[in-house]
């Protein structure tokens, strides 16, 4: 069974940066790409960025992109998010997901993931 445990999200002002972690178990880590989603209030949940199996590849969601990093340590079946100049609008419950199947490539399509961790809350004060 493939458990994915996030860690690292909390209260942070506009400007700051935050780093955020997901440990994965269950199967072997560097088979598989990772993606990081979030949703907030009232919203769908939608890709911030995923990576591929390898760490090459990354996609960024267009709102994060130059202000996020994925990276991914496979020797420690982890994926981060670094996520800098936080906005308040980036407020959201932030999830790690692990897709079904291997691939070379990255996964962007939600349809795609089938597992899930229990989320971390991000919230950014203006």
């Known amino acids: 069974q493939v458990q994915l445990v996030e860690s690292g999200g909390g209260l942070v002002e506009a400007g700051g940066s935050l780093r955020l972690s997901c440990a994965s178990s269950g199967r072997t880590f560097s088979s598989y790409g990772m993606g990081w989603f979030r949703q907030a209030p009232g919203k769908e949940r939608e890709l911030v960025a995923a990576i591929s199996r390898s760490g090459g590849s990354p996609y960024y969601g267009d709102s994060v992109k130059g202000r996020f990093t994925i990276s991914r340590d496979n020797a420690k079946n982890t994926v981060y998010l670094q996520m800098n100049s936080l906005k308040p609008e980036d407020t959201a419950v932030y999830y790690c997901?692990?897709?079904?199947?291997?691939?070379?490539?990255?996964?962007?399509?939600?349809?795609?993931?089938?597992?899930w961790g229990q989320g971390t809350q991000v919230t950014v004060s203006s």
């Open positions: 997901a692990a897709p079904g199947y291997s691939r070379s490539y990255t996964h962007t399509d939600i349809r795609a993931y089938d597992y």
